[in-house]
């Protein structure tokens, strides 16, 4: 067996340093009170974890954590502690040694099992060895897109997808019901200002606006290719929206995008990953089988020149499949981002108080 | 005799779909209900999307009556590469339990909800109610351990807002609903830790594979950590003893429809899933696996059955006496399952589906009361049966058969636990047995002592009937409780074929 | 020594996992523990993305066999090493983690989004976020009536 030895290494060497920084930021998380620092220290965590992924070869997954734990988990953080409390009160220490006992028990079990997983980077380890680099092998040549991890995600594995953007919906669905009602004090009409203070900002956001949700684009299409995908995509283009929301306020943006539309295109979205998913089944293949996408007969009208490249063997099927339950993909993501945004934004801490019971 | 072998309940074109179908079309139905313009067509929606599973479900009973096992690739990717479903008799008891709940439940929601949530909502509860449903069902079906996380997740994260929006009638149904979501998140994590440590020594996620793989590697404080990640997370989700603490608030204040149905589905998925786990995927004769069995999870098992009768017993308020006595019950089933043989493994299935039953009722019938009254406390039930006689007969009969009343299907469930702990020779489970069944009449007593016994106290506000919408399906699960305690054929039949899939060898 | 270099990061999610859990278990303030749930999840990631690295790996976006991106990529790795874990001459890293942690992550945000929900809407019931006073307030209802339809 050839094993490359442990040796320290540039690559090493920023993955401890980040690492530590991890800990570090952890420990700070857990020894503050303020929570508004909390939020910004994690929000900075996440976006150490996304470079950390891009060093372990994950740039998908760094991608996604960067959009999701710096970007919307920050956002709907610090519309909760808009709409509560920014200071935590301090704990009796007594109460500490329950936790205490309990974490480090789980802490003892993991370092414990690490005693026995095989060293980092090691490729004969059996995660490794095994599916793992059946799905390089087989990828290529079943489905034909140069990205393994989109081929493993949306194909092989298309069902977890599947399942993922159930979760999404129900959690559109979830903060709806726990949010979407009620009276909404902030979209009464602004109070009237005299002069424009803003203008340089509306400025600014009309140009990059409709920029964030062309990126948005480039990112949903490219995922075949490099990192990106649908999931990506969909949080970047309610992106553009909650920006359009932040800068012309709540009002503006409910009037051209409307909850209730929202909602809709969010269940549309596991809509249309099922409907490809049924239409596979229809032309007698199993549920998400993409290469049953189209009848042969359709299939040999489709032009060789479609995709640019004929040195590849035609997987029409899984081209066209995977882009279009990435298109659901997307369309429940985005959708359910901005439900979950117009959830928190769309109360005050006025309209709490007036829902308070007495 | 009945049999499934003879059964061709759906056309052969969708049987051959049906076990990704059972999953999807409640899902479809979700989004469909979710879309829905009125209440009144996302209940019609709701109701068609799990008669729909329920068929499918029974199609399936017949496949795997003949088949023995039924595989269905998702996606035309054989494992381990792509995520198969794996559906053989305990699936299937599973899937049939869970989709016939999901139907009683939808039936029973047309006027349970409109009395407990605002109606601009009802579009939305129902499309979390069936994508509850469909991830019960992804889970009992999918032989992937990862996919059985997002499944677990798709069940899960619908059900903590469905259970805060009970704040309507009860605001302490939002700190248990977000009880139930740290602990309940916190379990599924587990997992998933548990899954990343067999996936490191197996590199595989199929759980057929994974098992033929964890035959030949034989112990390692790597799976030892696996087993013990997985068992604790999926302990959490099952409320086995002392993971229990989310529960009895969150089946206590939610809205009864939600009730209902996770009473009778939820804890058990998880039970499910553990004992494929324990059974299936680690090897029959893993050193930590009998330890884990014999002395960690029956003793867990027996304090649980003990314990949560006794707070039942003390407890005041009515829902939540039946959410310990729930508890207690998963603790009667886990019982079951540690005896390791195929006659406990039967009898603990055979509890499952009894209880799932009989904890419907209850839980409908205390709804179906609780639509003309919000009643909290026990003593607020005083006389209710003189004002509203059918809903408290059913409720009854759900008591009786919760405590083990001959001729009612409770108690042969407890026959055949002990029958199975005796051919075990576990005598100590039998007295554990005896103790909880008469802690358990103590409390069913004092509930039926107030509801029929007690006169309504002057000037109280009283009860009405339940309208028919509620009584049917009630009627009918009160009806089956009276049925399988006389011919109980059927679910025996189904509970051994479901602990032959676990313990007879089959992958 | 050795093992420390070699399972680093395994120690790291190790601790990382204990200071996500602590802080869930140990806060009373619910947003708090929200956020320690989050790290919780995050340092599963961190856990699962170390199981598929491949010393020497490049991404798993494959390359154009015989192109100058996997000649030039090739170029850095032993050869025997090569042969025996490169596909077509490119070393790659797991693709199998990548894909369940982006799952794993939708998963964690969609909680997050749901929990926090849950969160604000018990701020406007009880008037606090604070576990403890929670429950004091929680007594009051456990002595009343229940409310008539």
Known sequence: MIALPPTFDANLAIDIALLVMLVVLAGAIVRTRSLLAAIILFSIYSLISAVWFVIMDAPDVAFTEAVVGAGISTIVLLGAILLTRGETERPDWRRLIAPALVCITVGGILIYAATGLPALGDASSPANAYIGRAYLEAAPKDIGLPNTVTAVLASYRGFDTFGETAVIFA????????????????????????????????????LLIPLIALFALYVQFHGDLGAGGGFQAGVIMAAAIILHALVFGLRETVSAVPPRVARSVASLGVLVYAGVGVACMINGGAFLDYDYLFPPEVEKQIPGWLLGDSEHAHHWGQHFGIMLIELGVLLTVAATMVTIFYGFAGRTIDDARREAKP | MISFEALHAAPLALTAHAPVLMVVGPLIAACAAALAPTARTSWMISVTGSIFAAWMALALLGEVARRGAVDYYIGGFAPPLGIAFHIDGLSVFMALLISSAG???????????????????????????????????????????????????????GTYALIAIGEKRDRRALPAAFNYLIMGTIGATFYVVGVGFLLAATGTLNMADMGARLATLGDSSVVQAGFAFVVVGLGIKAAMFPLHGWLPGAYSYA????????????????????????FDVFPDGAAF???????VLAPLAATAAIVCSLQAVFEKEIRRMLAFSSVAQVGFILMGLSLATVAGASAGLFYLGAHALLKMTLFMALGGLAISMGARRLDELAGVARDAPWSATAFAIGAASLAGVPLTLGFLAKWRLIEAALQAGQIWIVAVLATASLLTLLYV??????????????????????????????????????????????????????????LGGTP | MSFILSHFNYIAVAVLMMAGLFIVFSSGNLIKRMIGLAIFQTATGLFYISLGKVSGGTAPIVVEPNSPEARELASRLDPAYLAQHGVDGVVYSNPLPNVLILTAIVVGVATLAVGLAIAVRVREAFGSVE?????????VESTQPGPRA
């Open chain 1, 171 to 206: 959690a559109g669905v979830g903060v709806a019901l726990m949010l979407g009602f009620g009276p909404r004090a902030s979209l009464a009409p602004p109070p009237v200002v005299t002069g424009d203070h803003h203008v340089v900002l509306r400025v600014a956001a009309k």
């Open chain 2, 103 to 157: 139907v009683m439940a939808s039936l029973y929601s047309g006027h349970s909800l409109s009395a407990e949530v605002r109606a601009e909502k009802h579009t939305l509860v129902q499309a979390g109610f069936l994508l509850c449903q469909s991830g019960l069902l992804g889970l009992v079906s999918t032989g992937d351990a990862f996919n059985a996380f997002v499944f677990l997740e798709v069940s899960s994260i």
């Open chain 2, 255 to 278: 809205p009864s429809l939600i009730s209902i149905f996770l009473a009778a589905t939820a804890t058990k998925a998880a039970i499910y899933l553990m004992a494929r786990f324990v």
């Open chain 2, 289 to 295: 696996g009998q330890g884990f069995i014999a002395w």
């Open chain 2, 445 to 502: 007593g004092r509930m039926l002592e107030a509801i029929f016994f007690r006169a309504a106290p002057a000037g109280a506000p009283r009860a009405r009937e339940a309208p028919v919408g509620v009584l049917a399906p009630l009627w009918i699960l009160a009806g089956l409780n009276l049925w399988f305690g006389i011919d109980a054929s059927l679910p025996e039949k189904l509970a051994n074929a479901g602990a032959l899939a676990l």
């Open chain 3, 131 to 139: 576990a403890d006073e929670i429950e004091v307030l929680s007594r």
